[in-house]
């Protein structure tokens, strides 16, 4: 079992930076998948990035393509969102979360994939 803790939201004008932060507890992150998802005003929960595990391999959704970048610490059990050019459709509840994997095996956007959450934090893009 995993506990997952996401930190790092805020209010931003667009155009600026954030780094969002998932903190793992329980169990070494490294033996995890693990996936931002998001949630905006009025809409489901949609993937952002996932990254896999023991090859690095990464996925996007296109619209996070070329802004937004997937990592994970193992020295701090952290993974993390880094979020640039960030724009009014960004807004939205950012979740962390994670599943146990076999080495090397391919990530995916998918909310059923995933057995761990955390409670989410807010991202908000306004001027």
């Known amino acids: 079992q995993v506990q997952l803790v996401e930190s790092g939201g805020g209010l931003v004008q667009p155009g600026g930076s954030l780094r969002l932060s998932c903190v793992a507890s329980g169990s070494p992150f490294t033996g995890y998948r693990v996936a931002w998802f998001r949630q905006a005003p009025g809409k489901g929960r949609e993937g952002v990035a996932c990254?896999?595990?023991?090859?690095?391999?990464?996925d996007y959704a296109d619209f996070a393509k070329g802004r937004l970048t997937i990592s994970r610490d193992p020295a701090k059990n952290t993974a993390y969102l880094q979020m640039n050019g960030l724009e009014p459709e960004d807004t939205a509840v950012y979740y962390c979360?994670?599943?146990?994997?076999?080495?090397?095996?391919?990530?995916?956007?998918?909310?059923?994939?995933?057995?761990?959450w955390g409670q989410g934090t807010l991202v908000t893009v306004a001027s």
């Open positions: 990254l896999s595990r023991g090859n690095g391999r990464t």
């Open positions: 979360a994670a599943v146990a994997a076999s080495p090397f095996t391919v990530c995916k956007l998918e909310e059923a994939d995933y057995s761990f």
